[in-house]
């Protein structure tokens, strides 16, 4: 026999379905489907979110696509400042009166894609409270849009200065991705990794969220290296051979990396034979110190010619 009484999650999560239903009437909103507007009502998934991003009074938050401000109110709990960047003028508007109470959260109306982590730090920076000695070095903490989830990571992992960590709801699916091994390797997997080691914390199902995606979410955790996991030295150049790698990847290596280098394949087997790959496997099969090894040959040969 099912108990009449509802757990207290479940009536948190009630209570913020409501609250969230309330603020959409109360100011006249709809969710925008163009901007994946999907807000986050259980309170358990966001408590795991705040708890995975081991906020400190100390740490320095930047959100990408605060929404009604639900998770912008518990990250302003737990760390020293938070910096709310909302794409929708209407709603960051809103934003800046709902969070008008709360003395460390700014509100930004803007595309995050087109501002650099370190100008919204340093135009905020005399804001920050005395807890907070080293402002630049901050976290990421979002429920993105997932639209967005590959152009904001590159963002943030490509920016002059970059996140300590970076706690994110994205698609099931590119969580998936993001956190492969060799063997279902991607462009996007080794983009990331590159850069930090991805996390998968949690599964998240459509009824979290207000109105319910079509998809499952997940939140992903990625701890950013102090330096890149792989020395390269020429950033871009490697990403360009890694991207010709990846540019047919049903394809064997061989025919994969030659068409997309342009190459003919006596060079290619070459390139592979002295980079100690099978020329018969698939980019999704490389790790990065093979890829690390096969620019180094690679970048040798170009030298020679």
């Not at 459509?206 to 499952?216: E, H, I, L, Q, T």
């Not at 030295?233 to 061989?254: H, S, T, W, Y």
Request: glycine share 6%; proline share 6%; net charge positive.
């Amino acid at each position: 026999m099912k108990s009449k009484f509802r757990s207290k999650h479940h009536l948190k999560t009630d209570s913020l379905l409501i609250e969230t239903k309330g603020l959409l009437r109360r100011f006249g909103l709809k969710a925008r489907k163009g901007l994946g507007q999907h807000f986050l009502v259980d309170e358990e998934v966001l408590e795991l979110i705040t708890g995975t991003s081991e906020l400190t009074p100390a740490d320095i938050v930047i959100e990408v696509g605060p929404g009604l401000g639900i998770l912008t109110k518990e990250l302003a709990r737990k760390a020293g400042w938070v910096i709310s960047v909302e794409l929708d003028e209407k709603l960051a508007s809103i934003l800046g009166k709902t969070l008008s109470s709360l003395n460390n959260v700014t509100v930004r109306s803007g595309d995050i894609l087109k501002i650099a982590p370190e100008v919204l730090i340093r135009e905020e920076k005399t804001k920050f409270p005395p807890q907070v000695a080293t402002p630049f070095s901050y976290k990421v903490v979002a429920d993105l849009p997932y639209y967005i989830t590959s152009p904001v990571l590159r963002h943030f992992l490509e920016a002059q200065v970059k996140p300590q960590l970076m706690v994110l709801m994205v698609q099931k699916e590119v969580a998936e991705v993001i956190a492969a091994g060799p063997g279902r390797m991607s462009l996007l997997s080794v983009s990331v990794q590159f850069y930090g080691k991805p996390s998968l914390i949690s599964f998240v199902s459509a009824s979290s969220f207000y109105p319910a995606p079509r998809v499952k979410s997940a939140i992903l955790r990625i701890d950013l290296y102090p330096q890149p996991a792989v020395e390269v030295g020429d950033v871009r150049g490697f990403f360009e051979l890694v991207r010709a790698g990846f540019c047919a990847p049903r394809k064997q290596i061989i025919n994969s990396l030659g068409q997309g280098l342009k190459l003919p394949k006596v060079r290619v087997l070459s390139l592979l034979e002295g980079a100690g790959i099978v020329p018969q496997r698939r980019a999704e099969s490389l790790s990065l110190n093979e890829w690390q090894r096969l620019w180094q040959v690679f970048t040798q040969e170009v030298e020679r010619c």
